[in-house]
Each structure stands twice: as C-alpha cells, then as structure tokens.
C-alpha cells in the first residue's frame, strides 16, 4: 500500500522561498513517478511537476517553470518540490500523488482537472503574503 505524506507548507512573503517533501512508502522506485498538484480555493486542482522514480527525469508545468523545481532522495524515499519566488498566487494546499509513471505525467501536464491518481497524500497549506 502507497502511503504519502507532505511537510514543510507555511506562511511566507512575496518572493519568499519553501521546499516541500513528500515522504513516500510502498511506490516502486522501478515504475512509479511523484507528482505535485496545488488546488486553490475555489479552483480545480493543478499539475505543478512530475519525477520518475526510476530515472530521475523530471517535468515542470510552464505555469511554475523557473521558480519550481522537483528532485528525489531515494535514501530517504522523499520528493521535494523547492518553490522560489513565491507569488500571492501560489497560495494553495500542496498535494503529491504516486502511480505508475505514464498516469502521474498524463495528470501533470493535463494542467487542471480531476486527477484520477491512485494515491494522495494529505496536502499542506502554503500561504502567501503579499
């Protein structure tokens, strides 16, 4: 059973900087890719990045491009989104989802939606300020 859990969401400024991880347990690191969804009050929920367990390779929804980027440490089994720049905008609960690769990447670069993702963790709260 795939089990996720979020951490590090927070209050921060504008322009301000949080990495989130996304401790994972029961993913197969041969193929199951992590991504990192956000849902906005109000909003559907958005594909922000997806990582492939298995090789490492990464996608980065245009939307957040050049301030977000994803990485994996395998020792600990945890994906980390790092989120610089930070807009009021990006102000959302944080969520990561495991399946099988082509689904996660499918959902991601879909941009908003109803992923059909197997598992969730619980999400975490980033807050903005302007």
């Known amino acids: 059973e795939v089990h996720l859990v979020e951490s590090g969401g927070g209050l921060v400024q504008t322009g301000g900087s949080l990495r989130l991880s996304c401790a994972a347990s029961?993913?197969?690191?041969?193929?199951?890719?992590i991504g990192w969804f956000r849902q906005a009050p109000g909003k559907a929920r958005e594909g922000l990045s997806c990582?492939?367990?298995?090789?490492?390779?990464?996608y980065i929804a245009d939307s957040v491009r050049g301030r977000f980027s994803t990485s994996t440490d395998s020792a600990k089994n945890t994906v980390y989104l790092e989120m610089n720049n930070l807009k009021p905008e990006d102000t959302a609960v944080y969520y990561c989802?495991?399946?099988?690769?082509?689904?996660?990447?499918?959902?991601?670069?879909?941009?908003?939606?109803?992923?059909?993702?197997?598992?969730w963790g619980q999400g975490t709260q980033v807050t903005v300020s302007s």
């Open positions: 990582i492939t367990l298995s090789d490492g390779s990464t």
């Open positions: 989802a495991a399946d099988v690769a082509v689904i996660v990447r499918l959902w991601v670069k879909s941009g908003f939606g109803s992923p059909d993702i197997g598992s």
């Open positions: 029961g993913v197969s690191f041969d193929d199951h890719a």
